[in-house]
């Protein structure tokens, strides 16, 4: 069974950081696009990043609200891909998913890159605030 699983998350001070994990189970998270989404109350969803296969190049691509500041990477031996973030502002508190493709959205933000995926992590709560 295909299966995305995310930890990390929870509440952070701004300008703190934080780390999400995207683990997969069923399947090679090499042979995928990798991408983060997030959603917040009201507002729709929103592509962040997302990094190819290692056979497409492996190159990263961030929505402009977070180029910078995140950072995504691949932890081939564990299966998983992160999303570090860094100088964490309260317009980053979203839902954050993780989700699988076989490409990256063509472009990341608002409205933009966040539903062009086959697969879903559970989503995890990030909240920036003092």
């Known amino acids: 069974q295909l299966q995305l699983v995310q930890s990390g998350g929870g509440l952070v001070q701004p300008g703190g950081s934080l780390t999400l994990s995207c683990a997969a189970s069923g399947f090679t998270m090499d042979l995928h696009a990798i991408g983060w989404s997030r959603q917040a109350p009201g507002k729709e969803r929103e592509g962040v990043s997302c990094?190819?296969?290692?056979?497409?190049?492996?190159?990263?691509s961030y929505a402009d609200s977070v180029k910078g500041r995140f950072t995504i990477s691949r932890d081939h031996a564990k299966n998983a891909v992160y999303l570090q973030m860094n100088s964490l502002k309260p317009e980053d508190t979203a839902v954050y998913y993780c989700?699988?493709?076989?490409?990256?959205?063509?472009?990341?933000?608002?409205?933009?890159?966040?539903?062009?995926?086959?697969?879903w992590g559970q989503g995890t709560q990030v909240t920036v605030s003092s």
């Open positions: 989700a699988a493709a076989w490409g990256c959205p063509t472009a990341l933000g608002a409205g933009t890159g966040a539903n062009e995926y086959d697969y």
């Open positions: 990094i190819l296969s290692s056979s497409s190049g492996g190159s990263a």
